[in-house]
């Protein structure tokens, strides 16, 4: 059974993309209290916290992808097919009998690849699979937040995120937070272990286009045909 991509983007997905800026406290740009943080915190502190971002803890099918020069990416590994997280693929149901634990094979731009269709699918129907890293944390709106505020908090390793409240947002909301990455399907000729080289263009405001490169280990679990996302590395680290 076979789908389609319909686009590499958030499509207005609820929850926030992470960016790796130094941020401001208020959409209007001003600095104002910019030293002012979230408290981190895991999720049995969560409950007394109060306003926080609050670490999901670790995806298995998620790994840090590594920044490598264009001459290097020959050989540094086989080359694999990547998308700007979230990819949206939409996949017809099966009507016969199915393994829904081995998912089905749609048809995308990479070449085919194995999804798992939601527990609830119904047969004969259209279902729409959302393709990306799980979110990383969960941030709860503080007092006189609202939308389009900008949130601050600092991660384990010091990297400085900044993030957006959703439109319709108000102070004791929550919304997810994912990280930076690219959906990479996995080659036929690759396997758990092994590292696959992937590329992402980006378009700045001034000059031509810039395609980055990177190496990632396919991680343990994935299969050919499946896929997993590379968490992209902070922007000083890319395009080395």
Not at 103 to 116: E, H, L, Q, S, Y
Not at 117 to 130: F, N
Request: aromatic share 6%.
């Amino acid at each position: 059974q076979f789908g389609r991509v319909v686009q590499g983007m958030n499509l207005g997905i609820p929850g926030a993309m992470a960016v790796r800026t130094i941020g401001v406290n208020r959409s209007s740009g001003d600095a104002g209290d910019s030293d002012a943080y979230l408290p981190v915190v895991t999720s049995e502190e969560h409950s007394n916290a109060g306003a926080a971002a609050q670490y999901l803890g670790p995806d298995p099918f998620s790994v840090p992808a590594e920044a490598i020069f264009a001459s290097e990416a020959q050989a540094a590994g086989v080359q694999a097919w990547a998308l700007p997280a979230p990819v949206m693929i939409q996949i017809g149901v099966p009507t016969g009998n199915w393994d829904k634990e081995q998912g089905i094979i749609a048809k995308g731009p990479g070449g085919p690849i194995r999804v798992k269709l939601p527990q609830d699918a119904v047969p004969g129907s259209m279902v729409t699979c959302k393709l990306g890293p799980k979110p990383e944390y969960r941030i709860q709106v503080p007092p006189g937040a609202s939308q389009g505020y900008m949130l601050r908090f600092l991660k384990a390793n010091m990297e400085d995120i900044t993030v957006q409240v959703p439109q319709g947002l108000q102070p004791g909301d929550s919304f997810d937070v994912v990280p930076p990455a690219l959906v990479v399907r996995v080659p036929e000729t690759a396997k758990a272990g092994d590292y696959v080289v992937i590329s992402q263009i980006t378009r700045g405001v001034e000059g031509p286009p810039k395609e980055d490169f990177f190496k990632v280990c396919v991680p343990e679990g994935v299969q050919p045909m499946e896929h997993f996302a590379a968490l992209l590395p902070p922007p000083e680290m890319e395009g080395i």
